[in-house]
């Protein structure tokens, strides 16, 4: 019976780990410029939401003087607006600062047209509240 048992023990026991190497994408020597950015991490959502985001996209080739086929240099950049600020937040704060501009131009420094503003809101109060 305590054969069987020592027996179950042994073949249950897990092996211990083993250690091996990080995998570097078949690299010896992982630098800077091999390493997942933020971009390109974003790359693939900006991809699918691309008729939500609507990114700018601008590419510029240089070619070499020997032939027109050859990219000497090529610069890729892209940017995404901000729709909720453009669509949402741009036209609060214009209507603020339109409303804003009004007030403004309500307050001229006179007293007597500041005793007639709180006037007529004592007047517009008594008649809200009959």
Same mark, same amino acid.
């Given at each position: 019976?305590?054969?069987?048992?020592?027996?179950?023990?042994?073949?249950?026991?897990?092996?211990?780990?083993?250690?091996?190497?990080?995998?570097?994408?078949?690299?010896?020597?992982?630098?800077?410029?091999?390493? *997942?950015?933020?971009?390109?991490?974003?790359?693939?959502?900006?991809?699918?939401?691309?008729?939500?985001?609507?990114?700018?996209?601008?590419?510029?080739?240089?070619?070499?003087?020997?032939?027109?086929?050859?990219?000497?240099?090529?610069?890729?950049?892209?940017?995404?607006?901000?729709?909720?600020?453009?669509?949402? *937040?741009?036209?609060?704060?214009?209507?603020?600062?339109?409303?804003?501009?009004?007030?403004?131009?309500?307050?001229?420094?006179?007293?007597?047209?500041?005793?007639? *503003?709180?006037?007529?809101?004592?007047?517009?109060?008594?008649?809200?509240?009959?």
């Amino acid at each position: 019976m305590a054969v069987a048992v020592l027996a179950r023990w042994r073949f249950r026991r897990r092996p211990a780990p083993a250690r091996l190497p990080l995998w570097a994408c078949g690299a010896a020597d992982l630098t800077v410029r091999m390493q *997942y950015t933020a971009t390109s991490f974003a790359e693939p959502l900006q991809r699918v939401f691309g008729d939500v985001l609507r990114p700018d996209t601008d590419i510029e080739v240089t070619h070499t003087a020997e032939s027109r086929y050859m990219a000497e240099r090529i610069t890729y950049r892209t940017a995404v607006a901000d729709a909720i600020e453009q669509r949402l *937040y741009t036209p609060v704060v214009g209507a603020v600062a339109a409303m804003a501009e009004l007030l403004r131009r309500a307050h001229t420094g006179s007293v007597h047209r500041y005793l007639a *503003y709180g006037a007529l809101g004592v007047l517009i109060v008594l008649v809200v509240a009959r």
